[in-house]
């Protein structure tokens, strides 16, 4: 299971996060980011996002997209999940892989160099997000880290090249931004408002899908 997951997690471009159940086509992988939930009302909405995922799948004929939990080792432990996602002040990598075991694929977010060399060297991180690029009211009140990082994430971990782990920018992407990301040589991202928050949502993500897709041809598989 953990080698499929590993599959479909160096192949993703598009990743969603979401505080309601949603799995748009051309989704990859999806995290519920809801704050505040009580584990069963959590639990339940991560089976539906599951369901969603698979529906989605049947539709399309696209692979079923990762469904990820965010900060809940716990819930990541015993749920329909194949991700976790942890911040830098949620449980350390190594304690939530020991709740989790080996099959569940575990990320971090990252917002300097420190932490993102940390998050390449660390053997229990699958994958690392980079940002916030841009403030957000996802993240109120956290500051921008520009496109340099993106940049030296570039160069230290170049997408999809044999052993990079992958990595995806997070924080600001949408329609509008997604050339400026592209262009530091970034290929994968985690798109919020930009979806969620859409009329149709899934017209958004089948056309951030189709541009990413569309770079990433460039890069080296």
Not at 79 to 87: A, M, N, Q, T, Y
């Amino acid at each position: 299971m953990r080698e499929a997951r590993l599959a479909k997690l160096r192949a993703a471009k598009l990743y969603l996060c979401t505080p309601e159940p949603l799995s748009p086509p051309g989704v990859a992988i999806v995290q519920l980011r809801r704050k505040g939930l009580e584990w069963r009302e959590e639990l339940a909405l991560l089976r539906r996002l599951r369901d969603l995922a698979v529906d989605a799948s049947v539709s399309s004929g696209a692979p079923t997209a990762l469904v990820s939990a965010n900060d809940r080792a716990d819930l990541a432990a015993f749920s329909p999940v194949d991700v976790l996602h942890l911040g830098q002040d949620d449980l350390p990598p190594a304690l939530a892989r020991r709740i989790v075991g080996p099959e569940v694929l575990i990320g971090l977010s990252t917002h300097d160099e420190m932490q993102l060399a940390a998050a390449v060297a660390d053997p229990n991180i699958d994958y690392f997000c980079v940002g916030p690029v841009w403030e957000t009211p996802t993240k109120a009140g956290r500051p921008g880290v520009g496109l340099g990082l993106i940049e030296r994430a570039v160069a230290f971990a170049p997408p999809f090249t044999a052993g990079a782990r992958p990595w995806f920018v997070t924080g600001g992407v949408a329609p509008d931004t997604l050339d400026d990301v592209l262009a530091t040589g970034a290929r994968r991202v985690v798109v919020v408002r930009a979806i969620t928050a859409a009329a149709d949502p899934d017209a958004v993500a089948g056309d951030l899908a189709a541009r990413l897709r569309d770079a990433a041809g460039s890069c080296a598989t």
